[in-house]
């Protein structure tokens, strides 16, 4: 099974990153492929900007890696509430290019954040949102307090009640 996982940040040491890295390798027999939105960095979405370049490559290569996996684990970063500017974009410039982004694939929706809401305004919008951008969200999960609660050294949430509930949340994705 093919796990496309990504952190909705463009931070080089994104905790939704690491979030995301972490809860993909808890699938069993899984080939993860963790994506880095640097690597798809665009200039800002706009109507003109679209009509003067088109459809840019990093578009279409983010919107095929979505389409090889056969689960997304995606951990959205909140910055003012909101999602972050890194992925906004690509998911803008993605949407023009095909509607249903995340291509009715199986999806793990996460968040996390230094403060103990753990992203959840962010997640309340992602979760009422990116159903219509093709999004077939399983679960979700937020981590409060990663900072708390996340080894960064080990790379693993270090808080058994909350390592124990994303493992739960794993297991519905049985196939």
Same mark, same amino acid.
């Given at each position: 099974?093919?796990?496309?996982?990504?952190?909705?940040?463009n931070s080089h040491s994104s905790?939704?990153?690491?979030?995301?890295?972490?809860?993909?390798?808890?699938?069993?027999?899984?080939?993860?492929?963790?994506?880095?939105?640097?690597?798809?960095?665009?200039?800002?979405?706009?109507?003109?900007?679209?009509?003067? %370049?088109?459809?840019?490559?990093?578009?279409?290569?983010?919107?095929e890696k979505i389409g090889s996996?056969?689960?997304?684990?995606?951990?959205?970063?909140?910055?003012?509430?909101?999602?972050?500017?890194?992925?906004?974009?690509?998911?803008?410039?993605?949407?023009?290019?095909?509607?249903?982004?995340?291509?009715?694939?199986?999806?793990?929706?996460?968040?996390?954040?230094?403060?103990?809401?753990?992203?959840?305004?962010?997640?309340?919008?992602?979760?009422?949102?990116?159903?219509?951008?093709?999004?077939?969200? %399983?679960?979700?999960?937020?981590?409060?307090?990663?900072?708390?609660?996340?080894d960064v050294d080990k790379d693993?949430?270090?808080?058994?009640?909350?390592?124990?509930?994303?493992?739960?949340?794993?297991?519905?994705?049985?196939?």
């Amino acid at each position: 099974m093919k796990i496309i996982a990504f952190g909705g940040s463009n931070s080089h040491s994104s905790i939704n990153k690491k979030l995301a890295t972490y809860v993909a390798h808890l699938f069993e027999n899984a080939d993860i492929e963790v994506l880095d939105l640097n690597d798809y960095a665009l200039p800002v979405f706009s109507v003109d900007l679209e009509k003067e %370049i088109g459809h840019p490559k990093q578009a279409a290569d983010f919107l095929e890696k979505i389409g090889s996996a056969q689960i997304l684990v995606v951990s959205l970063a909140e910055n003012n509430g909101n999602y972050s500017v890194a992925f906004k974009n690509i998911f803008d410039w993605c949407s023009r290019k095909h509607k249903d982004v995340f291509q009715d694939k199986p999806l793990l929706l996460m968040a996390t954040s230094p403060g103990g809401r753990g992203g959840a305004s962010v997640l309340e919008i992602a979760k009422n949102n990116l159903p219509r951008y093709g999004a077939n969200i %399983i679960a979700t999960f937020s981590l409060p307090s990663f900072y708390e609660n996340f080894d960064v050294d080990k790379d693993q949430i270090s808080n058994p009640l909350y390592d124990n509930q994303v493992k739960d949340v794993v297991k519905e994705f049985a196939f």
